[in-house]
């Protein structure tokens, strides 16, 4: 079965950048999609980004643009750039299989700050 382990999470400001990674471990990876996907404070977890198996990316319209998701799948990792980030971005952030996920990893928080 899959493992996932999310980090890159910190601290930043209004308009900074954080680089996310998310490292698989175990079967499956390669052949399936992946989503990042985030936790505010007092909200549900939702979708922000997918990946397919081949690459092609899909973003939610609040970080089209902003957002960039990307992998390699002969590291098992898969990264999410994150640019002119927003407090509202703040969260803890996942990744899992998509759309028939694993078991969660712990995630990794950003903050961001105004």
């Known amino acids: 079965q899959v493992q996932l382990v999310e980090s890159g999470g910190g601290l930043v400001q209004a308009g900074g950048s954080l680089r996310l990674s998310c490292a698989a471990s175990?079967?499956?990876?390669?052949?399936?999609?992946v989503g990042w996907y985030r936790q505010a404070p007092g909200k549900a977890r939702g979708l922000v980004a997918t990946i397919t198996r081949g690459g092609s990316a899909g973003y939610i319209e609040d970080v089209k643009g902003r957002f960039t998701i990307s992998r390699d799948n002969a590291k098992n990792t898969v990264s999410l750039q994150m640019s002119s980030l927003k407090p509202e971005d703040t969260a803890v952030y996942y990744c899992?299989?998509?759309?028939?996920?694993?078991?969660w990893g712990q995630g990794t928080q950003v903050t961001v700050t105004s």
């Open positions: 175990g079967s499956g990876f390669s052949n399936n999609a």
């Open positions: 899992n299989l998509h759309p028939q996920g694993v078991t």
